[in-house]
C-alpha cells in the first residue's frame, strides 16, 4: 500500500503548501458558524419513525409500513403500522414510502483524524520516527469538529473505526471506534483494534522481504507474552520497546482483534497459519484484494474481511487477482466480510452503499450488502449486542431514505444517532445555501 500523501506533507514548502494551508484555514475560520455550533433538534425528546419500510437486517426481515419509537437513546419498540398510543412529546418522523435501516458503520475510515489530507499538521493519523509504534493510540487525536463527521453524518454514517495509517514498522497502533453525533467527544471505544500490516507494506518496514515482516509480528507477539509474565520491577529485553510490549497485552490475549492489512492470497494463507498456531489471535483482514482465492479457508478459520468492491484492478503484484466479485464469492464461501474503503478514505465513507451497490451487480446478494455495511462491521468489532441492526433495546441509529439504500441516486431524508435526531447540515449543505442566489440586492461584497 502506497500512502497517498507520503512526503508532501513533511517538506511543507513552496507554494502548493501554503494554498493548502490557506484552504485549512479558511475551513477552521467558518466552522464555528458550521453545523458543530448548531444544537441537536429538540434533544432529548423521544423519536417516532412512522409508515416505513422498515430494513431490520434482524430475524424480524423487512416490515412493510412499520413503525420504530425511540427513547432515552434505544429503540422503544417496532410494530406493524402507525400506533395509536404514541406517547406525547415524541418528535414524528413520518417515512411512508421511504425505506428504514440501521445507520451505516464505516469499519475502516480515517473520520475525524484527517481534516486536509495534503497538510501534515492536519493529520493525526499515523507516527514516524518517534518512540510508539503498537502503542499509538488513534483516539486522543479525533476531532468532533472536522468537517468530515457532519459531511458524512447527512449521509446516513452513522459509526466508524477510524484507523491507524501505516508508519515506519509493521504496527500502526490502536484504532477506535467513534458515533458521528453530536458531543465533544464522539469516541465510543478506545484501543478498540490494533492494526499491523503485512505483505509489501510490511516488507517496506522490515527489511524489505515479507519473511521478515511475519517474523518480526511473531515475535513482538511472543514479547508481549513474556513481558506479561515478568515482575514489574524486571528488565524488559527484546525485539519491541517495554511500552510496545505492553499495548500489545491485549492482542496477544485476544481481548481486541488485531486488523492486518494484506491483499495477497499467499499471505492471508499464512495468516490462517498464523491463526492456527495462535488460537486466541482475534485476526480480521483488511484490504484481502485476493481472499476470494482462499474463501474455503478463511471460512473455516473465522477469519472476518473488511474489503473494497472498487479494488479490480492488479495495480500491483499482490492484487493480480483482484476482481469485483471478491464480496459475492465469499459470502457464497460463509466468510464474514464487511464492505469499506480499506485505503480508510478521510472524506468519502459516505460512498458506502454505493460500493455496496456495485458488488451486488457483480454477485452479492442485496440482503448481503446490506448486512455487510450495518452489521456485519459491528460484529467485527464486537459491538453488535448494541448496534448494527433494528430491535427493541438497542442503541437507536436509524436512517429513512428516499428510496433503495443501495441505488447511487438515493439519500437520506433523516438521521438518528443514539436517539437524536441530527440537523441535516454540513460545511458543504452551507457553502450550497450560501452561493446559491448569486443576485442579491446588495453587493455581494457587502454582505456578511
Excluded: C
Excluded at 453525533?181 to 509489501?200: H, N, Q, S
Excluded at 472498487?310 to 503484484?317: D, V
Excluded at 441530527?422 to 446559491?436: A, F, I, N
Amino acid at each position: 500500500m502506497t500512502r497517498r500523501r507520503s512526503g508532501f506533507g513533511r517538506t511543507g514548502t513552496g507554494g502548493r503548501l501554503a494554498v493548502v494551508l490557506a484552504l485549512g484555514l479558511a475551513l477552521v475560520a467558518t466552522l464555528a458558524d458550521g453545523a458543530f455550533a448548531r444544537d441537536v433538534p429538540a434533544r432529548g425528546r423521544g423519536v417516532a419513525i412512522l409508515g416505513g419500510r422498515i430494513v431490520t437486517v434482524a430475524d424480524a426481515g423487512v416490515i412493510e409500513e412499520g413503525s420504530i419509537l425511540i427513547r432515552d437513546g434505544r429503540i422503544e419498540r417496532i410494530v406493524q403500522g402507525i400506533p395509536e398510543d404514541i406517547p406525547r412529546g415524541y418528535l414524528r418522523v413520518h417515512a411512508k414510502d421511504k425505506w428504514v435501516t440501521p445507520g451505516i458503520f464505516a469499519a475502516f475510515s480515517r473520520l475525524g483524524v484527517v481534516e486536509i489530507s495534503l497538510a501534515r499538521s492536519a493529520n493525526d493519523d499515523n507516527v514516524e520516527g518517534g518512540p510508539l509504534h503498537a502503542a499509538f493510540d488513534i483516539s486522543w487525536g479525533v476531532n468532533p469538529r472536522a468537517t468530515n463527521i457532519a459531511i458524512n453524518r447527512i449521509a446516513g454514517i452513522t459509526r466508524a473505526a477510524v484507523s491507524p495509517a501505516r508508519g515506519d514498522n509493521v504496527f500502526a497502533g490502536y484504532g477506535a471506534l467513534i458515533h458521528l453525533g453530536i458531543a465533544d467527544d464522539i469516541v465510543t471505544r478506545r484501543k478498540a483494534f490494533a492494526v499491523a500490516y503485512l505483505g509489501d507494506a510490511g516488507a517496506q518496514v522490515a527489511g524489505g522481504a515479507r519473511g521478515g515482516a511475519v517474523v518480526y509480528l511473531v515475535t513482538a507477539l511472543n514479547d508481549a507474552r513474556r513481558y506479561a509474565k515478568l515482575p514489574a520491577e524486571a528488565v524488559f529485553d527484546g525485539i519491541i520497546p517495554r511500552v510496545d510490549a505492553e499495548a500489545l497485552g491485549p492482542v496477544v490475549r485476544g481481548e481486541v482483534p488485531l486488523v492486518v492489512h494484506v491483499s495477497r492470497a499467499s499471505d492471508i494463507t499464512q495468516l490462517i497459519r498464523l491463526k492456527a498456531e495462535i488460537p486466541t489471535l482475534d485476526l480480521v483482514i483488511a484490504g484481502g484484494e485476493e481472499a476470494w482465492l482462499v474463501a474455503d479457508d478463511l471460512a473455516k478459520a473465522k477469519i472476518p474481511v473488511i474489503l473494497h468492491p472498487f479494488a479490480n484492478l492488479p495495480g500491483s503484484f499482490s492484487t493480480l487477482a483482484a476482481t469485483q466479485m471478491n464480496a459475492g464469492r465469499l459470502e457464497r464461501a460463509g466468510v464474514l466480510f464487511a464492505i469499506a474503503d480499506t485505503e480508510a478514505d478521510a472524506h468519502n465513507p459516505r460512498l458506502i452503499p454505493q460500493y455496496a451497490g456495485n458488488a451486488v451487480a457483480n454477485g452479492l446478494t442485496w440482503d448481503g450488502a446490506i448486512r455487510a455495511i450495518t452489521r456485519n462491521p459491528a460484529v467485527i468489532f464486537g459491538v453488535d449486542k448494541d448496534l448494527g441492526s433494528l430491535e427493541a433495546g438497542k442503541i437507536a441509529d436509524v436512517v429513512v431514505w428516499d428510496g433503495d439504500p443501495l441505488e447511487v441516486t438515493t439519500r437520506p431524508e433523516a438521521v438518528v444517532i443514539a436517539g437524536e435526531l441530527m440537523p441535516m447540515v454540513s460545511r458543504q449543505t452551507e457553502l450550497r445555501d450560501r452561493y446559491r442566489d448569486l443576485k442579491p440586492a446588495r453587493p455581494f461584497g457587502y454582505i456578511r
